[in-house]
């Protein structure tokens, strides 16, 4: 009954949501319809005929929820998951670059957080660079790094073309995602009381027990809200990167082939599985911090 309680105000905005999507696609798609209609000598159409005629155009501007709900059927349940038509194809080449920038964002995070909190120099020198780095927008920054990085592990490096481009994206996928967990480590490890460090003084506690018994329990609760945020950066970077080059596979490949051949119940379709593979990495994250807080003895949030 409890999570029934909890469940109804979400349900009812998602239905407000869907209403409001199918009201708004009678609205977008009545032009077109109504060109039809001129165009085959229709004068006088049934208010139900030409609403449902709105739902169910081929090319719609704006898809309602059961045409882009039969696209994500058609392109995952009835098409193997290893051609290309599938979305369940695309999702796991997004996914692989997703997976490995966020691992290379949050490390690098990580590391530029401890170096920031231990010397102030660091401090002083890196974070305004940091905050910068985050000012440039990343579609122009994307071009460049995806075809210079993809030249340099192709030529230089000679790596294969398949890992060449996931490295380059995964590229921009790390350059998105390590700025929330710096950013909400250094906050994390600066987040002890002067009196506990005091305390630790007090014990002769080296710097490295200091960091490992005080300063990383506490920044724990910061890097897991980090982390929610940079792997939903990392995603959208993985799609970025997908857009410039060309790319045949990955969910960004998807969203531009039906840009190209105004596909909108496929982009939509893109769009809608994005959505869910952005909220299962975040669930993945919420479950690891659960498994971590119930390893450390706290109680989740």
């Known amino acids: 009954m409890g999570r029934l309680q909890q469940a109804l105000p979400v349900l009812a905005v998602l239905l407000m949501l869907v209403l409001a999507w199918y009201g708004a696609a009678i609205a977008m798609n009545a032009a077109w319809q109504n060109d039809v209609n001129r165009r085959a000598g229709i004068e006088t159409v049934p208010a139900t005929d030409f609403v449902l005629a709105t739902w169910n155009q081929e090319k719609p501007v704006l898809p309602t929820p059961h045409q882009v709900l039969g696209e994500l059927w058609n392109s995952t349940a009835l098409v193997a998951p290893n051609k290309p038509r599938s979305l369940l194809f695309h999702a796991w080449v997004t996914f692989s670059a997703t997976g490995l920038g966020f691992v290379m964002g949050s490390l690098l995070g990580i590391g530029l957080a401890i170096a920031i909190v231990h010397s102030?120099?660091?401090?002083?020198?890196?974070?305004?660079?940091?905050?910068?780095?985050q000012t440039i927008p990343i579609l122009a920054l994307a071009p460049l790094i995806v075809v210079i990085g993809f030249n340099i592990f192709t030529g230089s490096l000679g790596l294969p073309t398949d890992p060449a481009r996931l490295l380059s994206k995964a590229i921009i996928s790390a350059y998105l995602s390590f700025f929330p967990v710096t950013v909400g480590m250094v906050k994390g490890l600066r987040s002890p009381e002067a009196i506990q460090l005091d305390l630790m003084r007090t014990y002769h506690a080296s710097r490295a027990?200091?960091?490992?018994k005080l300063r990383w329990p506490a920044a724990v609760p910061f890097l897991f809200a980090s982390l929610k945020v940079g792997v939903a950066a990392?995603?959208?970077?993985?799609?970025?990167?997908?857009?410039?080059?060309?790319?045949?596979?990955?969910?960004?490949?998807?969203?531009?082939?039906?840009?190209?051949?105004?596909?909108?119940?496929?982009?939509w379709a893109a769009l809608v599985a994005a959505s869910i593979l952005a909220a299962l990495l975040i669930l993945i994250v919420g479950w690891v911090e659960a498994l971590v807080a119930r390893r450390m003895g706290v109680r989740a949030p």
């Open 234 to 267: 990392s995603l959208v970077g993985a799609i970025v990167g997908e857009l410039p080059t060309g790319a045949v596979a990955g969910l960004g490949a998807r969203l531009l082939a039906g840009s190209y051949y105004s596909q909108t119940v496929q982009i």
């Open 209 to 212: 027990q200091t960091f490992w």
């Open 120 to 133: 102030e120099a660091t401090s002083r020198s890196l974070m305004p660079w940091i905050v910068a780095s």
